[in-house]
């Protein structure tokens, strides 16, 4: 009855390369080779080991005008509108998120680069540039919006991306989130 509570069992790799299957090396690094590359909704990057996870994605918007001038030529011509390159993800076992949000179309610019402390499951502190604005249509990405563009009350009345900080709670038994911040100012 004792014996099974005292023997110990051995891994896979243990046992191939017991039987000469495979070497010991290969038996020692096939156990810690924790990483992994694969796609889902962009390429993601894990090292379950360390707690640590990026995905990376690309978001092209692209446009195409043609203009009839009754008294010139007429004008074709397509345009990148956005093109915007998106690494996100989470370090030290989702104890911290991050997002580096880049714009490549036109002149290049950093839209989004903030890191998030989640210190429980329903709070989480912010600092770093990001969307501040009110209107639901700014504060979605552009592609999870129903149409191509934000309409001309969202992009009057939104605050812009700024630099700072702050403070949201997520109450899932109320389905209600609450979040207050201070930024640097337009």
């Known amino acids: 009855l004792v014996a099974p509570a005292i023997s110990q069992a051995k891994t896979l790799e243990d046992l191939l390369a017991e039987k000469g ?23 993601r990057i894990e090292f379950p080991d360390n707690g640590f996870n990026t995905q990376i ?3 092209i ?3 195409y005008t043609f ?8 004008v074709s011509s397509f ?8 690494v996100q993800g989470n370090a030290l076992n989702s104890e911290f998120s ?4 880049a714009e490549m179309a036109g002149s290049p610019e950093l839209l989004d680069a903030n890191i998030t402390w989640h210190a429980c499951d329903w709070a989480g502190i912010t600092m770093g540039q ?12 552009e592609h999870n919006l129903q149409f191509a563009d934000e309409s001309i009350t969202s992009k009057y009345f939104n ?14 038994d109320y389905n209600m989130t609450l979040g207050a911040g201070i930024y640097n100012g337009l």
């Open 21 to 43: 299957v495979i070497t010991k090396a290969e038996a020692g690094s096939a156990g810690s080779a924790s990483t992994k590359v694969y796609w889902n909704d962009g390429t």
């Open 57 to 59: 994605n690309t978001d």
């Open 61 to 63: 918007s692209t446009g």
């Open 67 to 74: 203009t009839d001038n009754k008294h010139a030529s007429n």
């Open 79 to 86: 345009d990148v509108q956005r093109a915007r390159l998106i």
């Open 98 to 101: 991050y997002v580096l949000r």
């Open 130 to 141: 990001g969307k501040t604005g009110i209107s639901r249509q700014f504060n979605t990405d």
């Open 159 to 172: 605050l812009g991306r700024q630099s700072g900080a702050t403070v949201n709670t997520d109450w899932k």
